[in-house]
């Protein structure tokens, strides 16, 4: 069992940066990729950004390539999301999520999650 915890959110203005962290608990960190995913009002939970198990590979949706970066420090057990230049369609409940199966897992939505954490993003 992992156990994720995010911290980070906040309440910020267009433009404006933000960095959400992941603290992970449980079993040894370096063994899961991890990623990030959001859900708006209404609408599904979307892939946002993933990581491999040693942070060799990355993968980004394309409507945040460019403006956040995902990181991991295995020696923490924490995994980050620097998010730049935001904007009012960045507002969403940020995911955390970890599979041990790999990077390609993890974008597939298995394995373990967070609580989320708020970000809202004003004009």
């Known amino acids: 069992q992992v156990q994720l915890v995010e911290s980070g959110g906040g309440l910020v203005q267009a433009g404006d940066s933000l960095r959400l962290s992941c603290a992970a608990s449980?079993?040894?960190?370096?063994?899961?990729?991890m990623g990030w995913f959001r859900q708006a009002p209404g609408k599904e939970r979307t892939f946002v950004a993933a990581?491999?198990?040693?942070?060799?590979?990355?993968s980004y949706a394309d409507s945040v390539k460019g403006r956040f970066t995902i990181s991991r420090d295995n020696a923490k057990s924490t995994v980050y999301l620097q998010m730049n230049s935001l904007k009012p369609e960045d507002t969403a409940v940020y995911y955390c999520?970890?599979?041990?199966?790999?990077?390609?897992?993890?974008?597939?939505?298995?394995?373990?999650w967070g609580q989320g954490t708020q970000v809202t993003v004003s004009s």
């Open positions: 990581i491999s198990r040693y942070g060799g590979t990355t």
């Open positions: 449980g079993r040894t960190f370096s063994n899961y990729a």
């Open positions: 999520a970890a599979d041990s199966g790999g990077i390609a897992a993890v974008k597939g939505g298995s394995g373990y």
